[in-house]
């Protein structure tokens, strides 16, 4: 097991700071809603856009590094993949749909490439 350097009691307060943290920054948001009647129209927007930064935040990484490294060449298979998912995506809007194309690309590819 890895030592942090950290006491037991600091590392406690550290974890609970954090949870208090993390807490009051969401209750702050479900309070301020609670007090607004209408939300901002920038701000939904906003908010709608949310899930797919998160998710673009998440999988991009993915795609784009090898190794460490960034990887923009023809022999990142993922790229190729994941452009079929996003062009899947695009047109059918079906979860499903999406992850059978980029899955079964990425898989077929690797099979002859790979």
């Known amino acids: 097991m890895a030592t942090t350097g950290l006491s037991d009691v600091s590392l406690w307060l550290i974890i609970l700071v954090g949870g ?8 702050s948001f479900i309070a301020l809603f609670g007090r607004l009647d209408d939300v901002p129209d920038g701000v939904e927007r906003a908010l709608r856009l949310v899930p797919a930064a998160v998710l673009s935040a998440l ?6 590094y090898m190794d460490g490294s960034l990887a923009l060449s023809p022999d990142n298979l993922r790229l190729f993949a994941g452009a079929l998912a996003v062009a899947v995506a695009w047109y059918t809007e079906d979860i499903f749909a999406t992850i059978v194309a980029g899955m079964g690309a990425l898989w077929l590819l690797s099979y002859v490439f790979g």
Not at 20 to 27: E, F, H, M, Q, S
Not at 59 to 64: D, E, I, Q
């Open 20 to 27: 208090l943290g993390t807490y009051l920054i969401r209750v």
């Open 59 to 64: 999988v991009l990484p993915k795609f784009v």
